[in-house]
């Protein structure tokens, strides 16, 4: 292995840094707070010469979608990046490129969805394309948003599959943080040539994409799409597998943090997992038993692994930084509700609710100690209410 | 009453994935002329063979051999009427009857006898 450079990157520096050592053959993209920089400092790397990308600056996120989808059916490798807004303008085309199974990858930088109008962090936009059927990998800082991009394009590609990578608006994307970036030749060994096994501008292979599909053929093909993500969990954990080998830097499904001997348990994705880890080791250095659990992939849903690690915990918290606008709570906390249903029997039930930081609300380190006090008290069996709103003025 | 036999088709194990279709010209093997509503029929004395219909059509459903139209592939004609529309023959040199009709009166078809389609 080379000597890796340690430097200061921002979020969408360290995106953008991975993209220019993926060198995809196709980027396609237009610009959206937070995550505009990430294209636009790729956009300089085609200028310098750097990469010898096609970028094609398109008139919407609609536009940008639609044009990575013909990349990609025809061959290219193919990356965007878009946020909030522009995740929502895409959803259409998401959905194709997903039942098209085109390894397309994404930059998606959280931010809340209008109205009201905001452009700081939350989880809505990426949590409305959940179904969508690309793989969602959350990034709790600058270092995994770059590792993460770089195994994307390798589950992508395996899974036929598309992948987006999200990292938290202006709290990961604009926060300078120290990365190790590996060297050029590292990375293009590792994330390798990509080789579709069918693509249209084989003319040897000839191929129709997209073509009708009614009621006698939709179902299975829909079907075929559901085991695919199924089976993408491993390909997840084999991608990180080969990562960790070769570069130190382990990766699963979800990161379990001070859960040996825990009883009450955080849940919690993105940047907030940081902050969740400094109180846990307040508390353990108090001798509360305190851990948290960080989802990286939400979808595959890592719903019998997540089950397993909550086994044997006395109260769970779930952080949802979005709500599911169903009367009841956010969509973190209703897939941990249903992996304990049909978890084995004795499993922990008392789950608490927490709905934070909508808008880039600021979650502080206070905030998360309030949590885990109220664990600590629901514990010991005092009632506490199903969903809270932590940091909203009441 | 008999219960019409179903045609087995593949299961979501067997297709290719991505809701691809492998191979090219495919689009021969489906038959889209069962659509029709209007058939053209072929007037032979009529036409000068300058293959404007063979041009114009979008399901090349014109049949030529040696240069001259010899009929109508009626698996794949729409009956769209473009040929019609566009033969430059004073009177023209394709009529288009109904389908309906043309199953009535039985209607000679003037099918070629031609190469075979693909």
Redesign the interface.
């Given at each position: 292995m080379d000597k890796t450079n340690i430097v200061a990157r921002t979020g969408n520096e360290a995106m953008a840094e991975a993209m220019r050592q993926i060198n995809p053959d196709v980027v396609a993209a237009y610009p959206i707070t937070p995550a505009t920089e990430v294209v636009q400092i790729f956009a300089g790397y085609v200028a310098d010469g750097l990469v010898k990308t096609e970028f094609v600056p398109v008139e919407s996120e609609h536009s940008a979608m639609s044009a990575c989808i013909g990349s990609a059916a025809a061959g290219g490798r193919t990356m965007t990046g878009t946020s909030s807004q522009g995740l929502a303008l895409m959803a259409e085309m998401l959905y194709i490129a997903a039942?098209?199974?085109?390894p397309i990858v994404m930059a998606d930088v959280n931010r809340a969805l209008s109205s009201p109008i905001n452009i700081h962090c939350d989880h809505s936009d990426t949590m409305m394309v959940k179904e969508s059927g690309w793989i969602q990998i959350f990034s709790e800082n600058c270092q995994e948003a770059y590792d993460n991009m770089l195994q994307a394009i390798r589950i992508a590609e395996k899974a036929?599959l598309p992948v987006m990578v999200t990292t938290d608006g202006f709290i990961i994307s604009h926060g300078m943080e120290r990365l190790e970036i590996l060297s050029d030749a590292d990375a293009k060994a590792f994330v390798g040539e990509y080789k579709p096994e069918?693509y249209l501008l084989n003319f040897e292979?000839?191929?129709?994409?997209?073509?009708l599909?009614l009621t006698?053929?939709y179902?299975?093909?829909k079907?075929?799409q559901i085991?695919?993500i199924k089976d993408s969990k491993q390909i997840i954990l084999d991608v990180a597998g080969e990562f960790g080998a070769k570069f130190g830097r382990e990766y699963g499904l979800f990161e379990k943090y001070k859960m040996d001997g825990a009883e009450i348990v955080i849940v919690a994705m993105g940047s907030t997992a940081g902050t969740a880890k400094v109180v846990v080791d307040g508390l353990r250095s108090k001798g509360v038993k305190a851990g948290l659990v960080k989802p990286r992939i939400f979808r595959p849903f890592p719903k019998e692994e997540l089950a397993e690690s909550l086994k044997g915990m006395k109260a769970i918290a779930v952080m949802d930084r979005s709500d599911s606008m169903n009367a009841q709570e956010g969509p973190l906390a209703l897939e941990i509700k249903a992996a304990l249903y049909d978890a084995p029997a004795g499993s922990c039930r008392t789950v608490l609710s927490y709905i934070y930081g909508l808008g880039g609300r600021e979650i502080k380190l206070e905030d998360i100690e309030l949590v885990y006090n109220d664990l600590s008290e629901a514990s010991k069996g005092k009632a506490k209410p199903k969903v809270s709103y932590l940091g909203v003025r009441e | 009453m008999s219960i019409q036999k179903r045609e087995k088709k593949p299961g979501w194990k067997e297709l290719p994935e991505g809701d691809l279709i492998i191979g090219g010209g495919t689009a021969s093997g489906f038959k889209t002329g069962d659509w029709r509503s209007k058939r053209p029929i072929f007037l032979k004395d009529k036409c000068i063979h300058c293959l404007t219909c063979w041009v114009y059509c979008p399901d090349s459903a014109i049949i030529v051999q040696d240069g001259k139209v010899i009929g109508y592939d009626y698996d794949h004609c729409k009956g769209c009427g473009i040929c019609y529309h566009e033969c430059p023959v004073k009177g023209k040199a394709i009529r288009m009857i109904s389908e309906k009709e043309a199953k009535a009166k039985n209607t000679v078809i003037a099918k070629a006898e031609g190469p075979k389609q693909p």
């Open positions: 039942g098209l199974r085109l036929k069918y292979k000839p191929i129709t994409v997209g073509a599909d006698d053929y179902f299975e093909h079907r075929q085991e695919a | -």
